[in-house]
């Protein structure tokens, strides 16, 4: 499988690379500015047994999404899997303080961003348009359900966004043998919550829901991995909570 993981140098994106160089896939590792641990994610996937690319760009910007693409497709042929999983939170903060550059940033990376590479995929990924079908799966948030009060409303909706595309590009690709999912992690412990403010957020929480602990990355990339592989293949317009019974 050629699979293109937005965000991948770090946490989730990461382990999903990881287990895509277990299964011995083509990966394209995606960062925005942390060359470094993108560079650690590709040695972790050829160790892993895998073959992987790095790939800069900033999927807000249309240009860098259609980079990714022609980048991963020039080396690895046609891609068949797609992970929109690059997305950012911010200072913990009710609306009422939010600034106009706080939620544009919010809302150009987490929703345009993401549907710009769902578009992408879209429009590469059916047979009918000159690909091999294929799965996207999306990193949406347990926060899309619970609303994220006081802490990030606005990153709340930018998920429930990606809810919908799930539900409705699922509806449109199904035909075309392409199918979409999303996955909606809980507190998970990766680098993200330091923008909050609060990096030690998911495993203070984490100790309140069912299973009385955060959840790790690789627990979310075991999911994001099942979606992507024929294991699931009668799945599509699913919105799986990996989320400890949260
Ligand atoms: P993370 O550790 O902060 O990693 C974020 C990744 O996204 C990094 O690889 C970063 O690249 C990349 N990125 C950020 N902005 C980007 C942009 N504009 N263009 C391209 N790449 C960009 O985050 P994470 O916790 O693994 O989160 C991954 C996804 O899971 C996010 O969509 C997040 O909302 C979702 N999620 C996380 C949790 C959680 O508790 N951790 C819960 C629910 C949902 P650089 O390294 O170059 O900065």
Redesign the pocket.
């Known amino acids: 499988m050629n699979v293109l993981i937005?965000?991948?140098?770090?946490?989730?994106?990461?382990a999903t690379a990881r287990l895509a160089g277990e299964k011995h896939w083509n990966v394209g590792v995606?960062?925005?500015?942390?060359?470094d641990?993108?560079k650690s994610t590709l040695e972790e996937v050829k160790t892993a047994g895998g073959q992987a690319m790095a790939l800069q760009?900033?999927?807000?910007r249309e240009k860098?999404v259609l980079k990714l693409f022609n980048s991963m497709e020039k080396v690895y042929g046609a891609v068949n899997g797609l992970v929109i999983?690059?997305?950012?939170?911010a200072q913990r903060m009710p609306l009422a303080d939010m600034s106009l550059d706080r939620l544009k940033k919010m809302f150009d990376?987490?929703v345009l961003?993401s549907y710009l590479c769902a578009r992408e995929a879209a429009r590469r990924m059916p047979q009918a348009r000159g690909g091999n079908g294929g799965s996207i799966v999306i990193?949406?948030?347990?926060?899309s359900r619970l609303g994220a009060s006081n802490e990030y409303v606005d990153?709340a909706g930018s998920?429930g966004a990606l809810d919908s595309l799930t539900l409705g590009l699922s509806k449109e690709l199904g035909p075309l043998r392409v199918r979409v999912n999303a996955v909606?992690?809980?507190?998970?412990?990766?680098?993200?919550?330091?923008?909050s403010g609060d990096s030690e957020r998911?495993i203070r929480l984490g100790k309140q829901t069912p299973l009385q602990r955060?959840?790790t990355?690789d627990e979310?990339a075991e999911a994001i991995i099942w979606l992507l592989t024929p294991a699931s293949s009668y799945v599509t317009g699913a919105l799986v909570d990996v989320a400890g019974g949260r």
């Open positions: 937005t965000g991948a140098s770090r946490g989730i994106g990461r995606n960062y925005v500015r942390n060359e641990a993108a760009g900033d999927v807000s860098d999983n690059a997305g950012i939170t990376t987490n961003g990193v949406s948030s347990a926060a990153y998920k909606r992690p809980g507190l998970i412990d990766t680098e993200i919550h330091e923008a998911a955060a959840g990355a979310v």
